[in-house]
C-alpha cells in the first residue's frame, strides 16, 4: 500500500513537474531574440511628494509583449530571462531606455529622477559601474537623476563585496534604493553595513496599514529607524487616501501606488500634472 501510495505521488509530482517544466521552457524559447524583436518595453509609474504632491520622479518597470505568449509579466520572466544569461543584455536595455526618457524629459523641462531596478548578475558583474557612466554620459545625464534599485536578496553572500559594488555605484553619484524592505531579512541593523540612499517599504507593510494599528507600528518603527540612518523613505503599493495620509503623518517622504498612478507609457508621465518645469537638482528629504 505505501509503495502504491508513493507511486502515486510520484506520479501527481511529476505531472505538477512536467507543467512548471512547459511552462519555463516556453518562456525561455519565446525569449530567444525577443530583445532584437523590440518586444521589450518600459512603463513608469510615479513616486508623489508625500508633503506637496509633487510629483518626484518615476519608477522604469519592465514589460515583456511576447507574440507567442502575450504579455508576460516581469515576476515570471525576469527570472528566466536571468538563468538563460539574457539579463546583462536585457537590463542594460532597460538602463539605457530609462535614462534616455530622463533625458527626453529633462529637455521637456520636466524634472523627474528615474528609478530603475537592477537584478543580481548586474550587481555581479565588476564592470557595471562603468557601464552606469558610460550610458549616463551618452545620454548626457547628470548622475543624481539616476536612483538604482537593489533588493535585499541581492546582499547575500559576500558582504564586502556587496558593499565594494553598491560603493562603486554611489561613487558615480547615482542614487541607491534598497527596493521591498521587510520581505528579505527585515534587519535594519543589517542596513548600517551597505550605503543606501532610500529606503522601499513593500506594498505588504502599506497594506498592513489599512485596519491593523500593529501595521501602523511597525511602519512607524521602519520609518523612524530609517530616517536617523537618514535614508529617504518611499513606500510603495499606496492604494488608498487614508493610507497616504497615514504614511504623511509617519513622515514617509515619497509614495507610488495605485492611488496615485498606475504603470503607464512615458507620454502620459509628460502630460502628468504636478510636474514642474523647474530645473534644479532633485531633493532627497
Ligand atoms: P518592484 O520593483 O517592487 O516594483 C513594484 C511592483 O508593484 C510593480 O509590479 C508595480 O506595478 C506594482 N505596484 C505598484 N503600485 C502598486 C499598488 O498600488 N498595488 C499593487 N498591488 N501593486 C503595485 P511589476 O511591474 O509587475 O514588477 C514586478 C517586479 O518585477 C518589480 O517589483 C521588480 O522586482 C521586477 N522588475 C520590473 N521591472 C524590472 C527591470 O527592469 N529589471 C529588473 N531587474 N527587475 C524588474
Ligand atoms: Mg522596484
Ligand atoms: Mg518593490
Ligand atoms: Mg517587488
Known amino acids: 500500500a505505501l509503495r502504491k501510495a508513493g507511486t502515486g505521488r510520484a506520479r501527481f509530482f511529476s505531472q505538477d513537474l512536467q507543467a512548471h517544466l512547459a511552462g519555463y521552457a516556453e518562456v525561455r524559447s519565446a525569449l530567444v531574440g525577443a530583445l532584437e524583436r523590440e518586444e521589450f518595453f518600459l512603463v513608469y509609474q510615479p513616486q508623489v511628494c508625500a508633503v506637496i504632491g509633487r510629483v518626484l520622479g518615476v519608477e522604469a518597470l519592465l514589460r515583456w509583449q511576447s507574440p507567442a505568449l502575450g504579455q508576460v509579466p516581469p515576476d515570471r520572466f525576469i527570472p528566466v530571462a536571468e538563468n538563460v544569461g539574457l539579463m546583462p543584455r536585457l537590463g542594460d ?13 529633462r529637455a521637456e523641462g520636466k524634472s523627474l529622477r528615474v528609478a530603475v531596478n537592477i537584478s ?11 557601464r552606469v557612466r558610460a550610458i549616463l554620459a ?12 537593489v533588493t535585499e ?10 558593499q565594494r559594488a553598491l560603493q562603486a555605484i554611489r561613487r558615480a553619484g547615482v542614487k541607491l534604493a534598497l527596493d ?3 520581505t528579505g531579512y527585515s534587519n535594519l541593523a543589517y542596513l548600517r553595513h551597505f550605503t543606501f540612499d532610500t529606503l522601499k ?9 489599512n485596519n491593523d494599528s500593529s501595521g501602523d507600528a511597525l ?10 540612518l537618514g535614508l529617504d523613505i518611499v513606500a510603495e503599493g499606496v492604494e488608498t ?3 497616504a495620509e497615514a504614511l504623511r503623518k509617519l513622515g514617509c517622504s515619497r509614495m507610488q501606488g495605485y492611488y496615485f498612478s498606475r504603470p503607464v507609457p512615458a507620454a502620459e508621465i509628460s502630460v502628468m500634472p504636478g510636474i514642474d518645469a523647474a530645473d534644479e537638482a532633485p531633493t532627497l528629504l
Open 93 to 105: 536595455w532597460v538602463l539605457a531606455s530609462a535614462c534616455r526618457q530622463a533625458g527626453q524629459w
Open 120 to 130: 543580481a548578475t548586474q550587481l555581479e558583474d565588476s564592470q557595471f559601474s562603468d
Open 138 to 149: 551618452e545620454q548626457a545625464l547628470p548622475a543624481e537623476w539616476l536612483e538604482l534599485e
Open 153 to 162: 536578496s541581492m546582499l547575500v553572500g559576500d558582504v564586502a563585496e556587496c
Open 180 to 182: 521591498d524592505f521587510g
Open 201 to 209: 517599504i513593500d506594498r505588504l507593510f502599506t497594506n498592513a496599514m
Open 219 to 228: 511602519v512607524r518603527a521602519i520609518v523612524a529607524t530609517g530616517s536617523e
Open 241 to 243: 487616501a487614508e493610507q
